[in-house]
């Protein structure tokens, strides 16, 4: 069982079940989920990933060695969008010993938000108020980014699809784009699917025709192992424009003073133009801390509603924000004030809803995120619009509103975009599965530095060291990876000036961090010290599940773990693998003579968390090397001086990098568990204070853009 299973994730194929389509080898991502963003779609992808690997339903590499299994399969991943695309890249990450073919009806590649520069796209803001909304780093292990336009993101990811594909040895992708009359239908075949298409083929690293290539369509028929419809939920219908259309709805108007507009709908799209029109410098994001920031109490106030809301109370949460403006009216007032000043001069507008009163946007059966729900709320005390249930001809004579002027965002036909291309059983099939099967969750569910290695998780054991120093990577933010290493390496070059010249001493930092619900601890930054010769890719970002090795052991005891004086290499070596290091790490060398794992700790001891939230690891090949009395002091002092120097505003001076809470999953070890007795002969622990953060819980140094407009953080 994988740390997630434990988590009760369920097993890979209870994860699978939820994409599949019955009796066949038919998978569907995210399509009848709420809340999809792009995140969570490319989430729900890595997920379908881990759950067909898994399950032995597409076969791949084995530790670099290839499948046993002889015969070629083929894959057809239907969409490239960010989930479709995403899809492909987990199975190429895990060296999937099948051909992959991509079809996509467009001209290329994530064709909906490439060039869409009037879009803000940031991974988490759908979370607002929870902790780690506004970390702007996706924190994904392939095809990650950060939050940008929308054009940009796509840019993004793109550059980090290229680079995998550059990465893989003749990599078995093909690529037809402008695809027509895609069907998927059953095929003669036992557990197969037939799809039939005209497309052109394409590069798949970029999309662009390929080199030599006319480019021109091709009718073909072939037979699919496995068919995977990333189809997304099509472009809204009724609208001059698609959401993800350039627009200027944004800007100051140049020719007239003030203009009107009809605004019709009551999901996200219709929201987000609506606090476009109405807000100056408004962006999705930004807005939030602009508002709310300047008050954690009234920010506490909303998660608790938002709490209720999630738990399915949607239609208390009107209710609530009117009683919490009553209750925190000064706080209120001043959400009120700074809206006000923001409201923009030149634009009127009327929002048309179908629902009577804006209360009823709140409940169940409408589908605006939380954030937005809090903002429309914020701008409708503010006079910020006029709600109308009349129709929209009427309005538009009422008020003279031109076309152009008439924005309507009604939604997508999401079951359209696979009616039109399976055969009539496929889609009734589909259709006689209950609706909740399918829903996908949008946690991941693999394990910490799955898609660093090929193969499967139970193969893992057979790998050697060579892949083992790279494998398990997961995204690292680059401004913790900067300090780690000036911490890192201040340590190691005390410490070399008392160390023999020509023996290795190595320093690194992992800090604790959960991806999923698994807790792991991250390599922050390479080995610093002496003889150090790493060469090749640096280790920085692997991680380790959180109780392996001697940094698991300081993780789970609390405390500093330190190799007895003068124990013998083979008891250490002994030792470590007892503490089960091979399931993550190298080997440890055989003539290592020292090992020191020295935790720090966070601010406080919340309920459920582990307080470690980071471990320094030493290790040495010195014969007479040891870490006591005044110079473990001194590294301790120097723990001291770090961790109080890391809290939210430590880097005030570097603009846009602060220490950003992440979710923490709740830990197996938050009260300190005993060292093993089977270790107690090679390793002890140093009953020594240790360092604390002063206010934060997390080593989590990451780029935000949340700066006011005017004012600087
Ligand atoms: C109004 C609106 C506002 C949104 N705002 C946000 C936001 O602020 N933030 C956010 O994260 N998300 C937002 N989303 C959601 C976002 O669009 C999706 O999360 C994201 O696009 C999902 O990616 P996907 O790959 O699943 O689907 P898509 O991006 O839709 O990609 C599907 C791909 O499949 C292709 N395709 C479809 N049918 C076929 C076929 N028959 N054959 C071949 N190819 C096919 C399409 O051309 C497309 O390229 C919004 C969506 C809407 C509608």
Redesign the pocket.
Known sequence: MTANEDMNHGTPSDIAETYKIPDHPLYT??TYDNG??????QVRALNLVYGLVECGFVPVTHAGKPAPDKVQRKIAI???????LTVAAGLLAKGVQADIVV????DTL????QGSDT?W?HPHI?NWPAEGSEISAANLPLLTWTAARASDVVVQVLSAWNTLIEKIKNPRIELFCN?RH?QIHEAAAPKKLTIEWIGEKREPRSGNVAEGSTGGSTGQTCDFDVVIT?????I?TASRFS?WRNDMVGQPNLEQPRLTFLLSGQ???AM?DLLRLRISHFR?DRILSELFGHNDLLLEQIREIKKKDEEGRESETFQSLEKLSLDMKDAFDEVSRRLSSRLRRDTDVILRLKKPKLSDLFDGGVRISFQNRVLVYALYKSGGFVPSTEKETVLVRQHAIPPERVIR?H??KREM?LK??LSDSLFATLGSRNREKFRQTDEPSWDGGYFGFTGRLGDTQDAGDDIRRQWRKEYLPGATALVAATFCAAVASFLSSSHPTGQRLRVTFHRAVSFGREEVLQQCCKYFGVDVDEGGESPAGRTFPADNATIGLAYKTHAVIRSRKGIEAEELAAAMQFLNLSQASRSMAPDVRFVAALPMLASEDAHGRNPVIGVLYIDSRADDFFLDGDRLQVVLNMMEGFAGNLDRNALRDVDHISNRELARAPSKWHTAVEIPEEVRHALETVPVPLARMRADSQFNLEYSDFIPVGEKQ
């Open positions: 991502v995210g999809v963003t792009v995140l969570s779609q239907i969409g490239g969008g960010f989930a479709g079809f996509e009806q467009r994530l064709p909906l938000q879009r796209l759908y695809t895609l990333a189809t997304g939920f099509g809204e959401y999901g996200d799209g987000i999705q965002r939604g997508t975009q039109n291309i």
